[in-house]
C-alpha cells in the first residue's frame, strides 16, 4: 500500500491550502484514514481522521479551520485547511490503519511541507 500525499507549499497567515493524498489500494479496505503532522522539534500530530461511516475526529488544534473528507471512488483523502496560522507549519503526512485477520497494519505517505508566513 502506499500513500502519496501533495498540496503543500508556502501561504500567508489566514490563507488556504487543500492538501490530497492518493491511496493505492481500495479505501474500504482501512479502518481510518487520516492526516497528521510534525513541526521541527514536536511530536508527530494527530489532525482529523475519518471512517467510512462514522464522523470524523479532529485534533483540538485544527476544529473549525480544516475539514478532512474522503472520495471512495477515487481513493483520495483530502484536506482542506482554511485560517492558517504560523504555528500550523509543520510536514504533513496521511495516514491510513488497517486490520485484517486480527492485525493491525498502519501505512504513512511520504509527507508534504506547510508553511504558513506571518
Known amino acids: 500500500v502506499q500513500l502519496q500525499a501533495s498540496g503543500g507549499g508556502l501561504v500567508q497567515a489566514g490563507g488556504s491550502l487543500r492538501l490530497s493524498c492518493a491511496v493505492s489500494a481500495s479505501m474500504h479496505a482501512f479502518s481510518t484514514l487520516g492526516w497528521y503532522r510534525q513541526a521541527p522539534g514536536k511530536q508527530r500530530e494527530l489532525i482529523a481522521t475519518?471512517?467510512?461511516?462514522?464522523?470524523?475526529n479532529y485534533g483540538d488544534s485544527v476544529k473549525g479551520r480544516f475539514t478532512i473528507s474522503t472520495d471512495y471512488a477515487k481513493n483520495m483523502v483530502l484536506l482542506q485547511m482554511n485560517t492558517l496560522k504560523p504555528e500550523d507549519t509543520a510536514v504533513y503526512y496521511c495516514?491510513?490503519?488497517?486490520?485484517?485477520?486480527?492485525?493491525?497494519?498502519?501505512?504513512w505517505g511520504q509527507g508534504t511541507q506547510v508553511t504558513v508566513s506571518s
Open positions: 475519518a471512517t467510512e461511516r462514522g464522523a470524523p
Open positions: 495516514n491510513a490503519v488497517q486490520f485484517y485477520m486480527g492485525r493491525r497494519s498502519e501505512y
